[in-house]
């Protein structure tokens, strides 16, 4: 293999893998955001089963949370 495709070989790797990486570090933006919102919404609900709120309530919106949450849940 002559150098000149060897470099051009690395290049083309490095450059797909800074793709990739970017890709990926703006989908763990998107992911952390996501899961500070249920922490939020988790905390809300806490909030509201210590205020006496109705429990059928509670539990639709809960379920709903479930929902959304195994929706945004990253691939492992």
């Not at 990739?20 to 996501?34: K, V």
């Amino acid at each position: 293999m002559s150098p000149e495709v060897a470099a051009e070989a690395m290049r083309a790797h490095a450059e797909e893998m800074n793709r990739l990486n970017r890709e990926r570090r703006s989908n763990g933006d998107a992911w952390r955001a996501e899961l500070e919102k249920t922490g939020r919404e988790l905390d809300k609900a806490i909030n509201a089963i210590l205020a006496g709120v109705l429990p059928l309530t509670l539990k639709e919106k809960i379920e709903a949370g479930n929902t959304q949450g195994r929706a945004v849940r990253p691939p492992r």
